[in-house]
């Protein structure tokens, strides 16, 4: 049997006061996929940054043997020279520039110290057909989609002639389509010889696709299982991410539904720049107390755009419409407004929209209702600390005080931010938008658990999301919109994957 | 039990706030012993206060435009445009000083509102508005003035920068009306800084222990009656003085305690989240502009009276000033973070500076020269240890 093409031994990364990583050995064979799971913050970045270079030698006690030999690499240059390209999970690409411009940047076609821009987009094009993706390398990169951009970054890696591929998150911000796609070339590559190490929470995608799994857990290894020659399970993996069994993924909830308490018609909105684009055609839907409302769609199909323009009229313009709360009707114009009619949102990005990161957990749940704790427009910081105090607990936030600043929380704390932030302004619709998203198995439980709570008590919860089975796990009734249009409503019994895929794809709306 | 806070825990809380205070007291330190003690002298530290006092005034009104994240580069030129208002109409037409004051406010505010309009409602970015500004308002200053100086102001106006409250109470060698007004402050600040640790105990907050909290109160008393001392000594309180505490006091207050000043705070922190949690982002923004506006019409006031009366080239490079004390007071260039207090610091550190070098007879060139690297090295300071923040996660 050949000898790894990496094998990294008793990896030790200390940071002041925390161990990152503790004993951490992985060994990758040539040629393979090898995923690495773990919760958020078992340590897997510190690892692929050791790896990388990141850290540099010396940061770190352990040794890491590459291609037979052992390394010290003191900088991502280091590591890039010797063939292992890391693609972060934002993606690290300037959207003014082309695809071309991309892919050999700092790393430019010269000829007589001038760029040969004939050669620069020949080689782009011949990188561009080895990753399948079918576009012009004088495109500027800003004009692609998340999908696309990913594949610019593989052939940017491919470009410089990639020995080990490590991938964080590749999929996270992928659609179905596009995540199948990034998948199928992972698999080419490596049947050119190409070994790759994949970063991944959607654990259906590392059953497919990787030989073998390294898990990671409270920066120590668990265990490596070889893929191909056992059964491994989802459950499997997730047993050894979480040190126990999660049984059901999804938390049971009894939903006791009541009144309406939200009703959308006829909602139309265009694009903020593109005048004539409709991205919401004359949506309808509504929500009941205690009820949990689905929306699925496809990246693209204007959930985010539908739920936004709703709340305050964040998105969009020419922006037409009826809102009722419980049957009558309200003005959501502004954000004040929507918020002071009990309509809540939190966003999918919770770090771009949602939360102060700079701010401490504090300020940023005081935040959209700071009414409530002042008077005379001045804010009582006692009470508002003995508020927040009162939702780190009940939401079980993990930070030493509410004086944490945000932006250092993991996650799935940051999203137990974002949701105490909304449920301080009391609201009767709560609007979550991938409440999920990056979140580790286990703190996606609490999340749901959370979520259930939330409509026991009374509030009706629409909920977004681009994971199937999480919406058929938790929702009582799910809409299906499809190119801005809802086509189709799906109640809990009659919801299959298979089913509502087929809604989502669906080109025209069901004849009214 | 109430939990109490740690010595070390205040200061690592913030380690760029506290770092501005022990950079402050060193330079002091510094150039109290190069001067032979001249620093500190009855006459200076007057002096320090009279010179400077229209910068921090500036920095305040600056410190709360960069929390928000935008910039004004046209303070300088509203320092000379309002002043100039105020010496029209004072001198020019004979009005009485205190119509020149409103005029020269007046003026500020609707130069504030104009500039806030195009911030705020059209969406323009406040380095071009006022850029834009300072350019304008310079020249409206040179058409107000007609291109000439204008001077002397009366003597009702001239005692607003020059002008001292002393006398009221006798004294011998020392006003003592001036230590009455530093003892007021002192128990001021004592019985506000109890009363938050009252409130803190009722809610069961951790507080500093007992001999730290006296000692911190101690230690500001001991600074403050030192300082009320020395000016007492030399030509008692200065007027610009009260008003320079009044607008710290008010402005501290408004950004640490208010609505406003949260909505400040997170628009700088970050603008779509501020947006999406019902900030009105605009009208926030509109006010701060106008704000600053009114800050430089009484900076421009003080500075008219002070150089007793307008020039055409007032307030040259003004804004930069009030820019780099912001900055040494641990602003962040991308905004949501400063104080009042910062500003004020970081302002007075600068004016220490320049002041000892004067009085060391140090070239103008070279005072430059070290303002300029002090700016760079308090802000690479900044980067510097939010880079081991991270790296330590």
Known sequence: MATPILEMQSITKTFPGVKALQDVSISVERGEIHAICGENGAGKSTLMKVLSGVYGHGTYEGKIIFDGEEMEFGSINDSEARGIVIIHQELALVPYLSVAENIFLGNERVRRGLIDWNLTNQDAAALLARVGLDELPVTPVGQLGVGKQ???????????????????????????????????????????????????????????????????????????????????????????????????????HDSVVGEEVLRIENWTVNHPTQAERVVVDNASLSVRAGEIVGIAGLMGAGRTELAMSVFGRSYGRDISGKVFLHGNEIQTRTVDEAIEHGIAYATEDRKKFGLNLIEDIRTNISSANLDQISRGGFVNSNEEIKVAEEYRQSMNIKAPSVMAVTGKLSGGNQQKVVLSKWLFTDPQVLILDEPTRGIDVGAKYEIYTLINRLAEAGRAVILISSELPELIGMCDRIYTLSAGRITGEVGKEHATQEHLMELMTMERGPVR | MTAVVGLKDLFTRNLRQSGIFVAFIAIVGLFAILTDGTLLSPGNVTNIVLQYSYVLILAIGMMIVIIAGHIDLSVGSLVALTGSVSAVVVIRHGQPWWVGVLAGVAVGLLCGMWQGLWVAYVGIPAFIVTLAGMLIFRGLTLKVLDNISLSPFPAEYQRIAGGFLNGFLGGNGYDVFTILIGAVAVVGYAVSQLRSRQGRIRYQQAVESMPIFITKIALVGIVVMAFAYQLSRSRGLPIVLLILGVLIITYSVLTSKTKFGRHVYAIGGNLSAAQLSGVKVPRVNFLIFVNMGLLAAVAGVVYSSRSNGAQPGAGNMFELDAIAACFIGGASTTGGVGRISGAIVGGLLVGVMSNGMQLMGIDQAVQQVVKGLVLLLAVAFDIFNKRRASAAR
């Open chain 1, 150 to 252: 990913q594949l610019v970054e593989i052939a940017k890696a491919l470009s410089k002639e990639v020995k080990l591929l490590i991938l964080d998150e590749p999929t996270a911000a992928l659609n179905d389509n596009d995540s199948e796609h990034l998948l199928e070339l992972l698999r080419q590559l490596k049947g050119h010889g190409i070994t790759s190490i994949m970063i991944s929470h959607k654990l259906n995608e590392i059953a497919e696709i990787a030989d073998s799994t390294t898990i990671i857990r409270d920066g120590k290894t668990v265990e490596t299982l070889n893929m191909v020659a056992d059964e491994v399970t989802q459950e499997r993996i997730i047993r050894g991410m979480v040190g126990r069994d999660l049984g059901h993924r999804f938390p049971p």
